[in-house]
């Protein structure tokens, strides 16, 4: 009996303690900074770096591999164009910096520059919470209202109010390449069993039954955890680019059925059901698959580009097919740039912190991209070195979706519970315990939860 | 005493009353909050996903808890009978799991339940070719199969605990038992068993709030996945609060999580402490 004495005792401390907190009236989240755009917004920018004196600014951002590479370098170019700057990096995995970013910006020590992931989940939230800055009156100062595609901006754009994404104001920039969805081949293997690379879906449908009949497996899949990318990459061949971004950016005339993700879902269960995965593929993770994938079991392989992590030596093994639309004309894919660069509110320098942006997003990043495998963006006459032979398709595919102007956003930014609804459906689907109208009907019934501010 | 305390009032107190007060609250954890009053606890329990990681969690009480003390019990009736040699090999072995970080184990389960795991490899070897399966990745066995995970760490912890409790149960019980001619049920029943009380109870108060918590298990092998069969409230706690910002329903699902526990302790000690 003793223990539920103190147990009893703990609990009535704690109440005690909640009433107080109570009675002194403060809701959290209101240690937030007051907002800070009005004040600042009407100083004039100062972009010229040399003459801000000795600044350094602290960066977090969650890239690795080439990616990593990739942005040491750009750091150490600008740091020996501005020999007055110093840049801090520190280098975080995707998930522990998505989940702590908020704290982080929040602090009086944190960082200055970060990656973010887009869509409400992280910089919506972010802008909302005034952790970050309106980069409105840079976007002018530099022109970047001309230089990003209107269709990448809107990944980076939320009204004032924060009710609407893709449109308003700029709080995050792009970088000067991109990350598609689209579909890899295996070289080898493909011209073994004497098929062409496929040019249309109906191609890539006619490829995949002629490589389950050769007893190979048409497309190296996981679906345990991450099972999207099949369903996004379809959805983009079946729905117009406007569809799928009205949708994603929250316009309620727009349903998941118009931006044909019941056309994707219908496709997806057909090849499933046709046994064109990996076999077991509802046990098989995410990094699995690439391994598996990477090791020759499968040809085909839908996948964001990058995230195969080919070697030099593995350049060319693998090759990279945007298929058009399903109807035939013109290419939309699935594109953004791999992050969401913002601007802490608390960030001393801000002026120094745009210019470093504006680096990223110049030819010399674009150039540098290329040089490092991954696909540039935002700047044409880039060489794209001969050994990347894989990142040639790729950077052709990003050419056919930028003529169509086909960009359209990651699907799941519509709400910050969306992959998680996708991932379970998916699931439910193959498991048959659901439908594609039945996964179509939860997606749309997120959307609207979130929009109506019931989740 | 003064400095204990207020080391524990901040440490544990104080979050505790925020978490409190945080899930009275829609918040997203950076902008301003608003008042829900109950809408968070009322989510949590008319929500049919969240309402089905309760049931989730009865299945693996059965695989963290009544399993393994069962299996506890009675592997320890079968030792203590007789000394055996090599006894603290024995233990060893079998507490081993107990020391093995979580995510080790997890992630030695998922090579194991793997389409071309062990389990399957085995199953295979001796014909049983339709029984294989993607164990975490099926919607029917995910769940067990996360629990046997769980049924493989706790028995050894449940062994130990009983093999120490028996040794303080006096010899002339069990003399007295013999000498009235109870055969090893009825010594079981009528010494071993009461003998062992206090440890049962602590090892039920561990093994159910253990199983009431199950995360790293989760969140490594599964995610809670497929869909949502092995989604338990620590896991789908973990997610409002770090992957979508929704703190207000973090804290009270968080809340409710500890009330539980709190008084599964309580019903377990009243129960144990009755004479």
């Known amino acids: ?455 | 005493m003064a400095l204990p305390l207020a080391f524990y009032a901040i440490v544990v107190l104080v979050p505790l009353a925020q978490s409190f007060q945080y899930s009275f609250y829609a918040w997203d954890g950076v902008s301003a909050a608003t008042w829900v009053g109950l809408g968070n606890y009322i989510t949590f329990f008319t929500d049919p996903v969240l309402q089905s990681t309760l049931g989730h969690v009865l299945v693996l009480i059965l695989f963290f808890s009544v399993l393994p003390i069962l299996l506890g019990l009675l592997s320890t009736a079968l030792i203590t009978r007789r000394k055996l040699a090599g006894m603290a090999v024995f233990r060893f072995i079998y507490f081993l799991p107990q020391v093995l970080t979580s995510v080790v184990v997890a992630l030695v389960f998922k090579r194991i339940y793997g389409p071309e795991g062990a389990l399957n490899s085995m199953l295979r070897a001796v014909g049983l070719d339709a029984l294989t399966r993607s164990w975490l990745g099926d919607f029917t066995w995910a769940l067990p199969a996360l629990g046997m995970i769980g049924t493989w760490v706790t028995f050894g912890f449940c062994m130990v605990l009983f093999i120490a409790g028996i040794s303080n149960i006096p010899t002339e019980l069990y003399e007295a038992a013999r000498v009235d001619g109870a055969g090893p049920l009825r010594e079981f029943f009528a010494v071993t068993l009461p003998g062992l009380r206090a440890q049962i109870a602590v090892a039920l108060t561990l093994t159910i709030t253990g199983a009431l918590r199950t995360f790293d298990l989760v969140w490594v092998t599964t995610g809670g996945g497929p869909g949502t069969a092995t989604l338990t409230p620590a896991v789908a706690l973990y997610r409002a609060a770090f992957v979508n910002p929704q703190v207000g329903k973090a804290a009270a699902i968080g809340i409710v999580m500890a009330l539980l526990c709190l008084a599964i302790a309580m019903a377990i000690s009243k129960f144990s402490e009755r004479d």
């Open chain 1, 1 to 455: 009996m003793k223990q539920s004495r103190t147990v009893r005792r703990t609990l009535a401390a704690a109440l005690t303690a909640t009433a107080l907190l109570a009675a002194a009236g403060c809701a959290p989240g209101g240690t937030a900074p007051a907002p800070a755009p009005s004040s600042s917004s009407s100083q004039a920018v100062v972009t010229d770096v040399a003459a801000a004196g000795n600044v350094t600014l602290k960066m977090s951002d969650f890239w690795g591999g080439s990616e990593g590479e990739w942005i040491k370098s750009m750091i150490q170019k600008f740091q020996t164009k501005y020999p007055n700057v110093k840049i801090e990096r520190t280098q975080e995995d995707w998930g522990q910096l998505t989940s702590t970013l908020n704290l982080q910006l929040a602090e009086q020590d944190g960082p200055d520059i970060a990656t973010a992931n887009n869509g409400w989940q992280s910089l919506g939230t972010l802008a909302k919470g005034n952790l970050v800055l309106n980069l409105d009156k840079y976007s002018t100062a530099f022109g970047w209202d001309k230089l990003i595609p209107s269709t990448i901006a809107r990944q980076n754009q939320f009204t004032t109010d924060f009710k609407t994404i893709g449109s308003g104001s700029l709080f995050s920039t792009p970088v000067a390449r991109v990350s598609l969805i689209g579909i890899y081949y295996n070289v080898e293997k493909l011209n073994k069993l004497g098929i062409t690379p496929p040019t249309t879906l109906t191609e890539f449908e006619a490829a995949a039954a002629k490589i389950k009949d050769a007893g190979e497996i048409p497309i190296a899949y996981g679906s345990q955890d991450s099972p999207t990318a099949v369903l996004l990459g379809l959805q983009a061949m079946y729905a117009s680019a406007d569809a799928i971004n009205n949708f994603t950016y929250g316009d309620t005339a727009v349903t998941a059925d118009q931006a044909g993700l019941t056309k994707a879902a219908e496709t997806v269960k057909k090849w499933n059901d046709s046994g064109w995965f990996t076999p077991h593929h509802e046990g098989i993770n995410y990094q699995d698959a690439v391994a598996n994938y990477l090791d020759g079991k499968g040809i085909f392989r839908f996948e964001y580009t990058g995230s195969l992590g080919l070697t030099d030596a593995q350049q060319g093994k693998f090759k990279y097919i945007q298929l058009p639309q399903a109807s035939g004309s013109g290419t939309v894919g699935v594109g953004a740039a791999p992050s969401a660069m913002v601007i802490a509110s608390k960030c001393k320098n801000p002026d120094v912190a745009a210019a470093f942006l504006d680096f990223l997003m110049s030819k010399d990043a674009a150039q540098a991209s290329a040089d490092f495998g991954l696909i540039p963006l935002m700047h044409s006459d880039i060489t794209v070195p001969e050994k990347m032979a894989t990142l040639q398709t790729e950077a052709a595919g990003a050419d056919a979706i930028a003529k169509s102007d086909g960009f359209v956003p990651y699907f799941d930014w519509t709400s910050p519970t969306m992959l998680d609804t996708l991932n379970q459906q998916m699931q439910l689907l193959y498991a048959g315990k659901t439908d594609p109208a039945g996964l179509v009907k939860a997606v749309d019934a997120d959307r609207n939860a979130f929009l109506t501010g019931s989740k």
